[in-house]
């Protein structure tokens, strides 16, 4: 497989569930970020990790948790979410942090009902 | 606080047409300013500008950047079905910290 995959590609669940969503990028990249598109709002960046340390944190609430085992993966986290989480979360890499292009995976529709 | 608007926010045209969307800036420390179209679900990558007054041109898009007047527009001619999308721009920092526009939604109709 190339590029950006994410999993699931959708997600319901409940206020008091946790789950987990994944991204895999397969580019040989050393930098992913997390982001959070609502409807009719632009991207939100929430999270950045270089060569798999966290360097950005967009006051994102502690509901969500990043987690970045090795460059080629990225987790997040969810606990305890509110029906306003419910959105488009879109995984991406680039070669190098911030000033490069960055590669988009699918996304996660999540709903949380 | 880095900000970046787009305009038009939403834009339709017929096939044949061409279109410009702007992008206008304000950040501390600008790196590069990146263009992506979003169709159904993840954006793609279009082109990155650094450096102004040089176009840069994939096909019937090309784009150009003014860091003087911090802005940026896209061009689309000959605009196709196909070029439906929203239209990203992004500027980054020497920080290392990207920030979007929200967009401008482009429908071309046949």
């Known amino acids: 497989e190339t590029g ?3 999993t699931p590609r959708h997600l319901v669940m409940g206020m ?3 789950k987990s ?3 895999e990028q397969h580019l040989g990249h050393n930098a992913m970020y997390w982001y959070k598109q609502s409807a009719k ?3 939100e960046l929430m999270f950045v990790y270089s060569l798999e340390e966290r360097v ?3 006051s994102v609430p502690s509901r969500f ?3 970045c085992p090795n460059s080629s993966h990225l987790f997040l986290h969810l606990h305890t979410l509110q ?3 419910s959105a488009l979360y879109l995984c991406a890499s680039s070669q190098v942090q911030g000033t490069y292009e960055q590669y988009f995976g699918p996304g996660t529709r999540l709903t949380v009902t | 606080e880095d900000k970046v608007v787009q305009s038009p926010l939403s834009l339709v045209v017929h096939e044949g047409d061409t279109v410009t969307l702007n992008c206008s800036y304000e950040v501390t ?6 263009w992506y179209k979003q169709e159904k679900k993840a954006p793609t990558f279009l082109f990155m500008l650094t450096s102004s007054g040089i176009e840069k041109k994939s096909g019937r898009l090309s784009s150009i950047l003014d860091k003087k007047e911090l802005f940026s527009i896209l061009n689309i001619t000959a605009t196709q079905t196909g070029d439906s999308a929203v239209y990203l721009c992004a500027v980054a920092t020497n920080a290392g910290k990207s920030t979007f526009g929200d967009g401008t939604t482009l429908t071309v109709k046949p």
Do not use: G
């Open chain 1, 41 to 43: 709002k632009p991207l």
């Open chain 1, 56 to 58: 950005e944190n967009n």
């Open chain 2, 29 to 34: 420390n600008f790196r590069s300013l990146l």
């Open chain 1, 21 to 23: 969503l994944k991204c």
């Open chain 1, 4 to 6: 950006v995959t994410q």
């Open chain 1, 16 to 18: 008091t569930n946790k």
């Open chain 1, 83 to 85: 029906p306003e989480d």
């Open chain 1, 65 to 67: 948790s990043p987690e």
